[in-house]
């Protein structure tokens, strides 16, 4: 009498129920962590993007005029006619190889697909022509600009009519931001030297 040493079919429906879990629960693990590197990547990306642009803020705003000039404010912000989040401001830190004093306007509004970009546009206080403006970043939600002027935060501000505000704050929400905490940097301005 021969004994076979093969496996009945109950032992390998048994094996491939196991194999089937086994690897349903690896492609599981693989996908939640690829999930889960994908939202911290577009996080990482998100904070990267912030802190450029906080940095990029911070130089153009060391460099503001100490004067209004040729009737234009040296600084105003808060929100424009289309009730979009706007900052303006002359200064010599701009981002162009050219020297001199150059009129910085950033803003929020939509594209023409309707996404909120945030807009910048630059150019020599000399051109007469209005300065092209082009897209800085998306992926932005909300933009916020405040103003203190010694007391209080102010949302709107002109220095033709205020003068110069002490500080600057910029808050910034990002769509890839799951807590939706908004970045927030405060600057503080140059001011003009007081005689004694």
């Known amino acids: 009498m021969s004994r076979n040493t093969?496996?009945?079919l109950l032992e390998v429906l048994v094996a491939i129920?196991?194999?089937?879990?086994?690897?349903?629960?690896?492609?599981?693990?693989?996908?939640v962590t690829a999930t889960v590197k994908e939202q911290v990547e577009k996080?990482?990306?998100?904070?990267?993007?912030?802190?450029?642009?906080?940095?990029?803020?911070?130089?153009?705003?060391?460099?503001?005029?100490?004067?209004?000039?040729?009737k234009r404010p040296a600084i105003a912000g808060g929100k424009n006619p289309l009730d979009e989040p706007f900052l303006e401001l002359v200064t010599n830190s701009g981002g162009s190889?050219?020297?001199g004093m150059r009129q910085i306007r950033y803003r929020l509004g939509p594209d023409q697909n309707d996404q909120l970009t945030l807009w910048r546009a630059e150019k020599s206080l000399n051109n007469l022509t209005?300065?092209?403006?082009?897209?800085?970043?998306?992926?932005?939600?909300?933009?916020?600009?405040?103003?203190?002027?010694?007391q209080?935060?102010?949302?709107?501000?002109?220095?033709l009519n205020n003068g110069r505000p002490i500080l600057?704050?910029?808050?910034?929400e990002f769509l890839d931001l799951d807590d939706k905490t908004p970045l927030s940097s405060i600057f503080d301005l140059p001011q003009k030297r007081r005689d004694r």
């Open 6 to 8: 093969g496996f009945t």
């Open 168 to 172: 600057v704050r910029a808050e910034l």
């Open 17 to 31: 129920t196991l194999a089937s879990l086994l690897l349903t629960s690896i492609y599981g693990v693989f996908s």
């Open 130 to 150: 209005p300065a092209t403006e082009e897209k800085l970043a998306q992926g932005i939600t909300a933009l916020t600009f405040s103003f203190y002027d010694g």
């Open 152 to 159: 209080d935060w102010r949302d709107q501000w002109d220095s």
């Open 43 to 70: 996080q990482g990306a998100a904070l990267h993007l912030g802190r450029v642009l906080i940095a990029r803020l911070d130089r153009e705003l060391l460099g503001l005029a100490l004067e209004n000039l040729n």
């Open 97 to 99: 190889a050219q020297p």
